[in-house]
């Protein structure tokens, strides 16, 4: 009787009968003189499984933080950035990417943002703005009376006068 049960549960699962016999005897090992190192062969698997996927989530995280800070930093390439030493030893010491690019980069930046803060002090060339370079505006006591005239003809056709 043990012997059908036993084939018809390797037929089930597709075993042939002798492969079925080594895996009731492994699981015999593990619940015997065994077990303590399995479940610490086991529990170091799992936990190089864990390490793993969460040296690939801080990745993705990394290179994710590395495409926002491309659009606020043009220049910013990761892969070159990652040959700086200094700027992976803050990386690794838990900076995130922008601080550790402006520590690395802090010079430079500083110079960038003197040349603009320079460029927005300087006053703008005539032609460029859309304004007129002189402004003037008509004194209404200066018009001559024909001037008045026309223009209260106007205003009374319903025309919006705006001086």
């Given at each position: 009787m043990e012997e059908e049960l036993k084939r018809s549960q390797t037929e089930e699962a597709g075993l042939p009968e002798e492969r079925c016999e080594q895996s009731e005897s492994f699981q015999e090992l593990i619940r015997g003189k065994y077990r303590e190192d399995y479940l610490k062969a086991l529990g170091e698997a799992l936990s190089a499984q864990a390490r793993e996927s969460d040296r690939y989530l801080a990745y993705r995280e990394l290179l994710t933080q590395a495409e926002?800070?491309?659009?606020?930093?043009?220049?910013?390439?990761?892969?070159?950035?990652?040959e700086e030493p200094k700027f992976a030893r803050l990386l690794n010491s838990g900076v995130d990417p922008k601080t550790a690019y402006e520590v690395v980069h802090h010079e430079e930046l500083a110079g960038r943002a003197a040349r603009l803060a320079e460029n927005a002090a300087r006053p703008q060339e005539n032609g460029l703005g859309s304004a007129p370079a002189a402004v003037s505006k008509p004194d209404p006591r200066q018009l001559t009376r024909a001037e008045r005239r026309a223009l209260r003809r106007r205003a009374a056709r319903g025309e919006e006068i705006i001086w």
């Open positions: 926002a800070l491309r659009g606020r930093y043009p220049d910013f390439d990761l892969d070159r950035e990652l």
